[in-house]
């Protein structure tokens, strides 16, 4: 147990320079960590971290997908639903069938249900990846809105998809009308089971004496209370986990204080991005155990390998350009978001095929005996070409994809005015609003007491400085201006933090009432930054 900890406590230190390096070198961190952790699997302290299974699917799993499901917009996502909704799961289906009715041709030993075992465990991208890789690269939101929706969902398909083949494996029979049924009831309870759970969170949130501690506490407890449920009736607990998120995040306002959410945001990112570290670099670490396994079939493996590596690519870009021509014959009868799409989104979309730990997680998850108690067919040869498919995709992909999309070019059609404009269009709404309340209701108040007349003042400068901001000349004059006032206000937070801490040392100042002006102090600096950042 003593030696298990050190070397998590190792690789969590290796995890923090290798993020440090990626931002350094501007490479999305999961491609960096993965690399890292290949060589890092030869070296004999670290030997015996290996992936398990279960850890993935309850312990990781359930928390990244709230995670991503929660940073994401409901609004956006909805209105991207048809999209999102063709690539969750008709595309994945696809895909495995394709990869299924490949593999079975090409590889000795094959079987039908075997490839489908393969294609449910390789369909779907991952979240994760996407997400760290688009972070940093200039693309339209409606891109990033749409593969982040698809990988939050199509782990559930591709999941059903891998439980009937390896039900099909395991008792050598396959009914499809029956399977058929399962697979749409089992996406339907997931999604009822994650919103019935959600809905007594919100509850006891909203209604319960709950403290920032207690609701931080049960944030993290909720995504395995959807998970754990569903999958205890063999539903498809990632749906819950992905639905109940979305319906808590489109909510959070409703049911959490702002301590509760300025404090919560603080204490996922960081656990996040922990467990986030932890999966990329197991994964390298992973590879000399499965090479290990397979014996001296390297070759022809790492050939397996390279073919449904390309079948993956080419079904996928098959897929973004025939969700593309449907679009286009769709909006002649209903309509449709965006009825001509045209080249650069499929192409950047069909280059966004990363596949992830769920993947690998999967993989690991196939018996090692049938119940006959003979080996499981080809056990070691699907692990080895998921994990290549992993390392290929992620690695060819992940480190072209700014480079594609700076060629591509794709400029934003839904960004009718730019982010700028549009903050400064949001912040003199909320000026003129402000004002509206204090000339309407504290006229008395803005007259006789300072510190309101000086709120009124600070809200009609302004509203001065926005009134014609994107005139010419105005422009820069506003930006001179908030310059100047980021400028004093972070010179002035600096020197206060610097009497207050000359104040804690004197002996009738409360160090506790020190702390409290030093939290509002950050606040402020925070307040400033998300202010006027661009």
């Known amino acids: 147990m003593h030696q298990t900890v050190v070397q998590y406590a190792c690789l969590l230190i290796v995890i923090l320079f290798v993020v440090m390096l990626a931002q350094k070198i501007k490479v999305a961190y999961p491609i960096l960590l993965v690399l890292v952790g290949l060589p890092l699997g030869f070296v004999p302290f670290l030997h015996g971290i290996e992936i398990q299974p279960e850890l993935i699917f309850v312990i990781f799993l359930p928390p990244l997908l709230y995670e991503a499901a929660w940073n994401t917009s409901w609004k956006d996502f909805w209105k991207w639903r048809r999209v999102i909704s063709s690539f969750a799961f008709p595309v994945v289906i696809l895909t495995s069938c394709v990869v299924a009715f490949v593999s079975s041709a090409l590889i000795p030993g094959f079987t039908l249900a075997t490839g489908f075992l393969l294609g449910g465990i390789v369909s779907p991208p991952d979240a994760v990846s996407a997400s760290a890789i688009l972070k940093n690269i200039k693309v339209p939101q409606r891109f990033i809105t749409i593969v982040e929706g698809e990988s939050l969902a199509n782990d559930a398909s591709s999941l059903v998809v891998f439980r009937f083949a390896l039900a099909a494996v395991l008792t050598g029979t396959f009914v499809f009308t029956q399977a058929a049924t399962d697979f749409v009831l089992v996406i339907a309870m997931g999604i009822v089971i994650g919103l019935a759970v959600a809905l007594i969170f919100y509850t006891l949130h909203r209604w319960l004496p709950t403290s920032t501690n207690i609701d931080v506490v049960l944030t993290f407890v909720t995504p395995y209370a959807m998970y754990m449920l569903a999958e205890e009736f063999h539903f498809s607990g990632v749906l819950a986990v992905v639905s109940g998120g979305l319906f808590l995040s489109a909510r959070r306002h409703q049911f959490l204080t702002h301590r509760s959410r300025l404090q919560g945001v603080n204490v996922w990112e960081a656990v996040a991005f922990v467990l986030n570290g932890f999966v990329f670099i197991l994964i390298g670490l992973e590879f000399p155990v499965i090479v290990k396994n397979l014996g001296t079939n390297v070759w022809p493996a790492v050939t397996y390998s390279l073919i449904i590596t390309g079948v993956l690519i080419l079904t996928r870009f098959a897929s973004t350009f025939g969700a593309t021509a449907i679009t286009m014959v769709m909006s002649k009868v209903i309509t449709v978001v965006d009825p001509n799409p045209g080249w650069k989104a499929p192409v950047l979309l069909g280059w966004t095929g990363m596949r992830g730990v769920v993947s690998l997680a999967a993989a690991l998850s196939i018996p090692v005996t049938l119940s006959s108690g003979k080996a499981f067919p080809n056990r070691e040869l699907i692990l080895f070409i998921t994990f ?147």
Request: hydrophobic content about 40%.
């Open 388 to 534: 290549a498919v992993i390392m290929v995709t992620l690695v060819l992909q992940g480190l072209t994809l700014p480079a594609l999309v700076k060629w591509v070019n794709m400029p934003d059609p839904d960004l009718t005015i730019t982010m700028e404009q549009q903050r400064q269009l949001v912040r003199k709404k909320l000026s003129h609003l402000s004002l509206s309340i204090l000339d309407g209701n504290y006229k008395e108040q803005t007259e006789n007491n300072d510190m309101v007349k000086a709120l009124k003042l600070r809200y009609t400068a302004d509203m001065d400085l926005l009134k014609d901001w994107n005139k010419d000349g105005n422009e820069a004059r506003a930006d001179d201006f908030y310059k100047d006032y980021r400028m004093i206000m972070a010179r002035l937070i600096k020197e206060q933090r610097a009497l207050l801490q000359t104040l804690n040392k004197k002996e009738n100042i409360s160090d506790e009432l020190v702390k409290q002006q030093m939290d509002l102090l950050d606040l402020e600096e925070e307040k400033l930054r998300q202010h006027f950042e661009a």
